[in-house]
């Protein structure tokens, strides 16, 4: 069998042009698999909980669509309501925070620096650190001051 010499050109220039274009493919690929595969998860993840949330499988008392969050927040953006629960989630989250600092930095300090210290301590840190955060919620809820406490208590 005789094949032209075009032929075979031609069928090289093709095979060329397809090698080049998957290898174009490919360096695209590879530089944006991340954001790729971010935002396919991040879909994936929305979608699944949207159709549990919508479908009844599962009752709302349990469980939210997202779709349902973005209008209630849209409503309590709306008639601001949502204000006063964000003053009161900062101030929690400043309060916190700053006794986190104040108390836990000196602290942790102390406990490198004095091997004794560390020795009396660390049983109670290692139990502390140990025991779920959502345990200790009722015990910290009697510290809270009274605004913040009703607020908690009417949301």
Known sequence: MVRSIEAVTLKGDERGARATTNARLRRIYSAYQRPLFSVLSLTTFFSVWEWFGTS????????????????AGVRMFADGSIWNDLYVSGTEFVVGFALAIAIGIPLGMALGWYRRFNYALD????ALN???RVA?????????PSSIRMSLTLS
Request: charged share 15%.
């Open 123 to 126: 049983p109670f840190v290692s």
């Open 136 to 144: 200790l919620m009722p015990d910290t809820d009697q510290y809270r």
């Open 130 to 132: 140990a025991t779920s």
């Open 56 to 71: 009844g499988m599962i009752k709302p008392l349990f469980i939210s669509s997202p779709s349902a969050i973005v209008r």
